[in-house]
């Protein structure tokens, strides 16, 4: 016997055609997989140092800030409204909206004028933020690690050109070696950076 429907050949004993019931037979909706259960937005985690070195990412003054980069590094500081830095002239790498960029006379004309003198920069380039959460980076232009100076108040003598910014109260001017000795053999020649006030700078070197 032959379904007269689709052609096929039925055995004796079979009453309905197996191939036009099944076809028949309703499928049933595919059953969509659960929903994903929603991801939580990653946090900051630390990023891991040298050996002997803490996390380097913090807080100071209310500013938080995190160090980026192994050999060359650079550091990226968030800004609150009405929030500022002072920053070496040229060691801006990137900021984003929000941030306005001013220059100062630190310490007046003849402050700014002796580090003129002297081959350091006679402004003090100024970044405030005018917006939350707004970042802005520095960078050495030399491969160095990035350290941190909290002065409660005090002062700290650094070679030259390793100041990188620092928080609004402090203060960066120029200072002399004392002696002719040490200005001519001591490797640091004979003008220094000084770094005095209440606050937190960073500095940078290599070595």
Do not use: H
């Not at 004309?109 to 959460?133: D, N, Y």
């Not at 001017?173 to 004392?178: E, R």
């Amino acid at each position: 016997m032959i379904c007269p429907k689709c052609g096929y050949q039925l055995d004796p004993f079979e009453t309905q055609c197996p191939r036009c019931a099944r076809e028949a037979r309703p499928v049933p909706p595919p059953v969509p997989p659960p929903p994903l259960p929603p991801r939580a937005a990653p946090e900051l985690a630390p990023i891991a140092g040298a050996a002997g070195e803490g996390p380097r990412i913090g807080e100071v003054c209310g500013i938080s800030y995190e160090v980026v980069g192994d050999v060359m590094q650079a550091i990226i500081v968030q800004l609150d409204v009405g929030e500022e830095v002072r920053a070496e002239a040229g060691a801006m790498l990137f900021m984003t909206a929000g941030i306005t960029m001013d220059t100062q006379m630190q310490g007046g004309f003849l402050k700014s004028l002796g580090r003129m003198i002297a081959g350091e920069s006679f402004f003090i380039p100024t970044f405030r933020s005018m917006v939350p959460r707004a970042r802005v980076a520095f960078a050495a232009p030399n491969p160095g690690k990035v350290r941190q100076l909290t002065l409660s108040p005090g002062a700290w003598l650094c070679q030259r050109d390793s100041f990188l910014f620092c928080t609004k109260d402090v203060e960066v001017n120029i200072a002399f070696t004392k002696k002719l000795g040490v200005g001519f053999f001591g490797g640091e020649g004979f003008v220094l950076q000084r770094i005095s006030g209440f606050g937190t700078a960073f500095i940078t070197g290599g070595g």
